[in-house]
C-alpha cells in the first residue's frame, strides 16, 4: 500500500514544485511567477539581488551611501581565487532610504557561468562599480552568502523553463 501512496503522491508534489519552491513565487492576481535570489544586506550597506529576465540573468548591486557616486557602465566583479569577469551595464535606480543615505542599484546582465563561480567561492567576493564620483565603488561580501546560487538557478530553471525552452 505504501508504494501505491508514493506512486500517487509523487506526480502531485512535482507538478506543484512552485508550491514548495524556495526562490520563486507566484502571484495569482498578477497572473505571473518570480524567482529571485537575495544576499543580506551586509556591513558594508550592500546588497546583491539576482533575478531571470526575458534578456538572460540579471544581477542588481545596491549599495547605500552618504551621496550619490552617480554609478552607472559596466562594471568588474573577482573572487577570490577566480578570474575578473565584466559585468555588462543595463540600467540603475536611484532613491533616498528613510535614514537618509542615498541608494544606487544599478543593473547588470550577468551569465550563469558567473552565477555558479560566485556559488563556489571561497573567501570574498568584490565588485568594481563605474561611478563618477569616485571612479570606482568597491562592494566586498562574504563569499558565504553566494552559497545557495547554484539551488537558485536549479529552481529558477525548473520553474520557468518554458522561458528557457525559447533560447
Known amino acids: 500500500m505504501k508504494p501505491f501512496w508514493t506512486l500517487i503522491l509523487l506526480p502531485i508534489f512535482a507538478w506543484s514544485s512552485p508550491v514548495f519552491a ?10 505571473s511567477t518570480s524567482c529571485v535570489f537575495k544576499t543580506e544586506r551586509t556591513s558594508k550597506n550592500a546588497q546583491v539581488v539576482v533575478s531571470y529576465t526575458q534578456q538572460g540573468w540579471s544581477m ?15 562594471s568588474k566583479v573577482k573572487t577570490k581565487m577566480g578570474e575578473m569577469h565584466s559585468l555588462e551595464y ?19 546582465l550577468a551569465s550563469e557561468a558567473l552565477l555558479h ?29 553566494f552559497e545557495d546560487l547554484d ?13 528557457f525552452e525559447d533560447k
Open 60 to 74: 542588481m548591486v545596491e549599495v547605500f551611501l552618504k551621496e550619490f557616486a552617480m554609478i552607472e557602465g559596466d
Open 90 to 108: 543595463v540600467t540603475i535606480r536611484r532613491d533616498m532610504t528613510l535614514s537618509g543615505k542615498m541608494m544606487e542599484a544599478p543593473v547588470y
Open 151 to 163: 539551488a537558485y538557478v536549479a529552481e529558477t530553471r525548473m520553474v520557468l523553463s518554458e522561458l
Open 117 to 145: 563561480e560566485l556559488s563556489r567561492a571561497k573567501g570574498k567576493v568584490r565588485f568594481w562599480l563605474s561611478a563618477e564620483k569616485p571612479k570606482e565603488v568597491e562592494v566586498e561580501f562574504a563569499a558565504s552568502l
Open 22 to 31: 524556495e526562490f520563486c513565487t507566484v502571484s495569482s492576481e498578477g497572473n
